[in-house]
């Protein structure tokens, strides 16, 4: 069996444009090859190689296709094409549609999930901004992209340090509250394997910041939670709108004041899943890709 691990020029080994967080790619990668024990062959690959070489897998899977945000319709369309040449994807085509754009926490919230107040102009100026201070009695907000990840293009302000006169997001948009729970406890990452759960972690900022991710400094802290956070999470997935779980899901939650967990986003596509925090995650993610194909 042949399995694609998708990728992109900015995660692939070797490459000139290497990101410095990479890193992840290697670990990932590393974790379900070990998992895969010989039973299949894996190979990084960028997503947008000629279809006649991507054909030739017989499972591909989103591992660290992490510019799709800059072209989700062309990544859509690979993916379609894919499962049409009878490529198994992992996620499916379905799931990536709904996920890629930040509107779907819109859905969960529909079905019942705790979220963060949102705000969702399609696009964001010094306006939208001031108004949601005032909307959400607040002092400082967080603005972010409704299609995009790792932070990028992400701002926060406040009353204080408003945005300046030019400052624009010139595509849709949302805007929360911040939350002072990032700063403290951080962020809690809940790892799911074909619906079932592996492992979790807590995910801190470096001092002085807000983001989380590694490339800005963050740190990743292994988790035994309790249950009352395990099932805040696995309640997330039972309300995914799917009749077959994803193959991998990274359900992403933050503390409000009542001690309650929201969702901050439920990762689908291309999420780094930590193998360093779950030592038997890529046995697990290896025999649930093998199930999938058959």
């Not at 754009?101 to 010094?126: F, H, M, N, Q």
């Not at 492992?199 to 400094?217: C, F, M, T």
Request: charged residues 25%; negative net charge; hydrophobic residues 45%.
């Amino acid at each position: 069996m042949k399995i694609a691990f998708l990728a992109c020029p900015a995660t692939l080994p070797g490459s000139p444009t290497r990101r410095p967080d990479a890193f992840e790619h290697d670990l990932l990668f590393d974790a379900l090859n070990a998992g895969l024990a010989g039973r299949a062959e894996l190979t990084g690959i960028d997503w947008r190689a000629p279809m006649a070489e991507l054909a030739r897998f017989d499972l591909a899977y989103l591992g660290t296709p992490w510019d799709y945000t800059e072209a989700k319709d062309e990544f859509l369309a690979r993916l379609e094409a894919l499962e049409a040449a009878g490529v198994t994807v992992c996620n499916p085509v379905e799931v990536i549609r709904w996920n890629a754009d930040k509107l779907y926490l819109k859905d969960l919230a529909a079905r019942g999930a705790v979220t963060i107040p949102t705000l969702w102009p399609e696009s964001a100026g010094p306006g939208d901004v001031a108004h949601a201070f005032d909307h959400f009695g607040c002092d400082r907000v967080v603005v972010k992209r409704r299609v995009g990840a790792g932070a990028v293009g992400q701002d926060s302000f406040t009353r204080a340090a408003p945005p300046p006169a030019g400052w624009r997001i010139d595509q849709p948009a949302m805007i929360q509250p911040f939350l002072a729970a990032i700063q403290q406890e951080g962020e809690l990452s809940f790892i799911f394997v074909g619906g079932a759960f592996s492992h979790a972690l807590v995910k801190q900022a470096a001092e002085g910041d807000y983001r989380i991710q590694s490339l800005y400094g963050g740190r990743e802290v292994p988790l035994d939670p309790s249950p009352t956070d395990r099932a805040a999470a696995e309640a997330v997935m039972a309300m995914l709108p799917f009749a077959e779980p994803p193959l991998y899901a990274r359900i992403d939650m933050v503390r409000l004041d009542d001690g309650a967990l929201a969702v901050i986003e439920a990762e689908l596509i291309e999420p780094y899943l930590y193998p360093e925090q779950g030592p038997k995650f890529g046995g697990l993610l290896a025999d649930a890709m093998l199930a999938r194909r058959g």
